[in-house]
């Protein structure tokens, strides 16, 4: 129910633009969230986008550098990257979390996505970053 794509190979200050669709529920009634995991590391949060207002949340490593924004109309939302490091390196998946913009507000609280909460995962897209 959830697709994500665009991955690739990129060579540091590179630009990849991930996207992810949905299907098989109402879109707009998600938050939607990318995560991303590197080689022995755990899964952590990247960033999370409302689906009823416009608001955000971005991890500090990728503030300024990511942008994630989402067409409801098409059930897509995508994360553009740039100035991207080697440590961006990992399979990068999107999710789907019902508490919709709670779970953006969350985020902002904390600091920090937490994954339980997401409903619908994607089957994740791999990012290389090399130096």
């Known amino acids: 129910q959830l697709q994500a794509s665009g991955g690739g190979s990129v060579q540091a200050g590179g630009s990849l633009r991930l996207a992810c669709a949905a299907s098989g529920f109402t879109f707009d009634d998600y938050a939607i969230g990318w995560f991303r995991q590197a080689p022995g590391k755990k899964r952590e949060g990247v960033s999370c986008i409302s689906g009823e207002d416009d608001r955000v949340y971005y991890a500090d490593s990728v503030k300024g550098r990511f942008t994630v924004s989402r067409d409801n109309a098409k059930s897509t939302v995508y994360l553009q990257m740039n100035s991207l490091k080697p440590e961006d390196t990992g399979v990068y998946y999107c999710?789907?979390?019902?508490?919709?913009?709670?779970?953006?507000?969350?985020?902002?609280?904390?600091?920090?996505?937490?994954?339980?909460?997401?409903?619908?995962w994607g089957q994740g897209t791999l990012v290389t970053v090399s130096s």
């Open positions: 999710a789907a979390d019902p508490r919709n913009t709670a779970s953006v507000g969350t985020a902002q609280v904390l600091g920090v996505m937490l994954l339980v909460g997401y409903e619908y």
